[in-house]
């Protein structure tokens, strides 16, 4: 790519997330942060307090990228076929029609997910990792972009199912909006109520980008964007001393390194090169492998969370300062 190309990319992702900027007000980085995860193919869970705008962020975005979206309520009594879909009995017609779920859709917005048993958030399973849903023996193949944006609250526990660790693997991040940083944002979200005569100003957005457009930019992200050897070698020696660091007793798999080196190349595309740098990496790292860690019951009990250890292996880990020499 030349540089006029690569500015353009960077207008477009700056345009994506003053876009749902204009809805949500909170901190820029984080929005950038669910860009480059949507850029690179992948799901995210946020975990945070209620009332923080979470499900206003999700479904801005997904208003921004100019996709189709579809809200599923997560509750206790939520089957399985009331996601993916089912095949009913067509009397008249003698003969089944498939119903499909909420699935089928460019974004998914999960809300509460923790609240739903875990039979049927096994049901998202196949559907996030293979971009496929299979009801009744027969396999469906989803389209493109597929994401889901999956929130759940992290205070109450009564009522709810805690997601496995084959589930909570699936997501590429896990992030959280946080409080407003000063009493100026908060003010700000008021005043915004306040314009917009609505608790919900979504459909007053207009898309800062086409379906079409977004999946040329995950496109670029895959065929584009140069890594070098010393940055991938950089994530695997992360990703490996996660594995034996003392307060571990799982580390992260070989699926976190491929999201960390997926998200790392959407970082760079968004910052306007089509090459990786160490900050890059840096820059997810706590995100993409903090959830995917499983701590000593001892550790846990002392109160030691997952994000210090990425902090520790970060200061462990030499940060490169050279690149190679880059292919022709």
């Known amino acids: 790519m ?10 477009t992702c700056d345009d994506i997330i003053d876009r749902v900027g204009e809805a949500f007000v909170g901190n820029r980085l984080l929005l950038r942060k669910l860009l480059a995860a949507a850029l690179a193919n992948g799901h995210v869970l946020f975990e945070d307090y209620p009332g923080l705008g979470k499900t206003l962020l999700a479904k801005v975005f997904s208003r921004a990228i100019g996709s189709e979206t579809k809200r599923v309520q997560f509750t206790p009594d939520l089957l399985p076929s009331d996601i993916i879909g089912v095949n009913v009995w067509r009397q008249n017609e003698g003969t089944f029609q498939l119903i499909k779920g909420p ?9 509460e997910i923790n609240r739903a048993p875990p039979k049927t958030q096994a049901a998202l399973l196949e559907a996030m990792e293979e971009r496929q849903v299979t009801i009744d023996g027969d396999t469906l193949s989803l389209g493109s972009p597929f994401i889901v944006i999956a929130t759940q609250n992290p205070i109450e526990q009564e009522g709810t199912y805690p997601l496995p660790e084959a589930q909570l693997d699936r997501f590429l991040f896990k992030l959280g909006t946080g409080y407003p940083a000063n009493q100026e944002l908060e003010s700000d979200i008021l005043n915004r109520r306040i314009a917009w005569q ?6 007053d957005l207009e898309p800062a980008i086409s379906v079409e457009g977004f999946l040329e930019l995950q496109r670029l992200v895959e065929t584009a964007v140069y890594i070098d050897t010393v940055i991938v070698d950089y994530i695997t020696e992360l990703v490996r001393l996660t594995r034996e660091h003392p307060r571990v007793a799982v580390g992260v798999s070989p699926r976190g390194s491929l999201a960390l080196l997926r998200v790392s190349r959407s970082i760079a595309l968004i910052h306007g090169r089509d090459f990786v740098v160490p900050d890059d990496v840096k820059m997810v790292v706590t995100e993409v492998l903090a959830h995917r860690i499983i701590l000593n019951i001892e550790d846990t009990l002392e109160g030691v969370r997952p994000e210090s250890i990425i902090d520790e292996i970060l200061d462990q880990v030499p940060v490169p300062t050279e690149l190679g020499t880059r292919p022709a």
Do not use: C
């Open 2 to 11: 030349n540089e006029h190309e690569l500015e353009r990319v960077r207008q």
């Open 103 to 111: 699935v089928f859709t460019h974004v998914l917005l999960a809300d």
């Open 198 to 203: 609505k608790d919900d100003p979504t459909g």
